[in-house]
């Protein structure tokens, strides 16, 4: 993300969201894959989840990125949530979750 000052006014590259978490793991686990190939993100939402205890919490932690980077971040998004979804069909809590390949 680049900011740019100028006199009056403040320039900041526009950011979306590429996936919406179920929690603050698997927010983290999509952020750390961008990263890992060299995409900036951020979580958004990480610390609302605890003010509401332990209600479930929909559409509240959110991995965005740079408007210039959703081409490169969506397939590694697609990958780390595939991931997520087989473990979590698999009934066994110590499987190994790959990230990318």
Do not use: C
Request: glycine content about 6%; cysteine-free; proline content about 3%.
């Amino acid at each position: 993300m680049r900011l740019r000052a100028t006199r009056h006014s403040v320039s900041v590259d526009l950011v979306k969201i590429v996936y919406r978490a179920e929690n603050i793991i698997d927010a983290n686990l999509v952020k750390g894959a961008l990263e890992q190939a060299g995409v900036q993100s951020f979580v958004a939402g990480e610390y609302l989840t605890g003010a509401i205890g332990q209600l479930p919490a929909w559409d509240l932690v959110l991995v965005m990125v740079s408007e210039a980077d959703i081409e490169r971040a969506a397939p590694i998004v697609e990958s780390v949530d595939r991931a997520l979804r087989e473990a979590r069909g698999s009934g066994d809590a110590h499987d190994a979750i790959p990230i990318l390949a």
